[in-house]
């Protein structure tokens, strides 16, 4: 692939060269124009196997968006340009290790495979464990639709990396639901194992605290709405993370940067 690095910047086609952007890429690149039809993909025995990943990427895809679905309040001050990408990956490395069904229809079993989503950043850049370091627990009831995020009282000032002009901090605890995806044969789509609890959530968060005082003994409760029976074919996330803002009078102002979260626990 080329990649454009003069002064003319287009996107498009000019001639057999197509010229365009890569999301989270800086410069133009260009590619000649040509491949394979879209009937050819969808009909042809040589494409079999492409069919069959688009088939389960879709899946992964669908599976990624039902996270940040859940936690979509969160996402703008808390996830990279990337991060859509990131979860993708992730959600196909689940996707790979279903040995049940054919390639094509492989489910993506977040309930199985915790593993892969746990101590997820949500901003690459950002480790919540590098603005963070205070000691905490995070647990959940027997049910897996309530949990509590325990921090005892600690100094700000030597636990915290904090950005410059911020005066207050709060804590999140925010539990969330994603459900397994499978392949209904009869649709030929993916859909979600129990799309009635997919993507529920709820996010707690403590009192606007000093960063220049020791903070108090903080408990933060998520509770999920209705206080729902889970199912087997479902993960509940447990995330944590801190936000940080700047006292103006009376009112309390977001940073923009600063902001950390990461998946701490599969339930």
Do not use: W
């Not at 049940?100 to 309930?111: D, H, K, P, T």
């Not at 904090?162 to 901090?169: C, S, V």
């Not at 499978?182 to 030929?188: D, F, K, L, P, R």
């Amino acid at each position: 692939m080329a990649r454009q690095k003069g002064h003319v910047k287009y996107v498009g086609t000019l001639g057999e060269v197509r010229h365009f952007k890569i999301k989270g890429n800086e410069g133009y690149f260009a590619g000649l124009k040509g491949g394979p039809t879209a009937e050819q993909v969808k009909t042809a025995p040589g494409f079999i196997r492409t069919r069959e990943n688009m088939s389960e990427f879709a899946a992964c895809a669908m599976a990624g968006k039902s996270v940040r679905v859940g936690l979509s309040s969160l996402m703008k001050q808390m996830s990279d340009s990337q991060f859509t990408g990131r979860l993708t990956a992730i959600m196909k490395k689940i996707n790979i290790e279903d040995g049940s069904e054919a390639r094509g229809q492989r489910a993506v079993l977040v309930s199985q495979q915790p593993q892969y989503l746990k101590g997820l950043d949500f901003n690459r850049n950002i480790s919540f464990n590098g603005v963070f370091s205070a000691p905490f627990t995070l647990t959940v009831n027997v049910d897996r639709n309530e949990s509590t995020l325990n921090v005892p009282s600690f100094n700000p000032l030597n636990y915290l990396n904090i950005p410059l002009g911020a005066t207050h901090f709060r804590i999140i605890n925010a539990l969330s639901v994603v459900s397994d995806f499978v392949y209904n044969s009869a649709t030929g789509a993916y859909e979600p194992a129990d799309s009635v609890l997919n993507e529920i959530s709820n996010i707690g968060y403590s009192d606007y605290t000093p960063i220049d005082l020791v903070a108090p003994l903080i408990d933060v409760v998520a509770s999920l709405p209705g206080a729902p029976t889970l199912s087997s074919s479902v993960a509940v996330l447990g995330s944590i993370g801190i936000e940080f803002y700047q006292q103006v009078g009376t009112k309390y102002y977001l940073f923009n940067a600063g902001n950390a979260m990461k998946i701490q626990e599969i339930f």
